[in-house]
Nanobody, 129 residues
Framework: QLQLVESGGGLVQPGGSLRLSCAASGFTLDYYVIGWFRQAPGKEREGVSCISSSGGSTNYADSVKGRFTISRDNAKNTVYLQMNSLKPEDTAVYYC??????????????????????WGQGTQVTVSS
């Protein structure tokens, strides 16, 4: 079964940190662009970050730039999202997704959601005191 599984979410105080993981099973992530998205209650899904298949290019939403870092370990078939200096407005369900078809330059822009071939089930991140 081909799937992505997110983990690492939880409850954290403002200013705290979390590291999300996105692990693939049933296929290798080596050739996929990976994107992280989030959706807060009552809001539209928002692109957070993406990383090229090699890991050499990344892109971030302005709202998280300087606070979040995306990385990947292809040997572990896993992509990470390190989230620092968390704010209450970062509260959302976070999803990872894998895209092999778009061939977009990640450094210029992240692929839009329709490009992604696989999606995880999401992990809840709550930032609250």
């Amino acid at each position: 079964q081909l799937q992505l599984v997110e983990s690492g979410g939880g409850l954290v105080q403002p200013g705290g940190s979390l590291r999300l993981s996105c692990a693939a099973s049933g296929f290798t992530l080596d050739y996929y662009v990976i994107g992280w998205f989030r959706q807060a209650p009552g809001k539209e899904r928002e692109g957070v970050s993406c990383i090229s298949s090699s890991g050499g290019s990344t892109n971030y939403a302005d709202s998280v730039k300087g606070r979040f870092t995306i990385s990947r370990d292809n040997a572990k078939n896993t992509v990470y999202l390190q989230m620092n200096s968390l704010k209450p407005e970062d509260t959302a369900v976070y999803y990872c997704a894998a895209d092999i078809t778009s061939a977009l330059d990640v450094q210029a822009m992240c692929p839009a959601p329709p490009w992604y071939d696989y999606w995880g089930q999401g992990t809840q991140v709550t930032v609250s005191s």
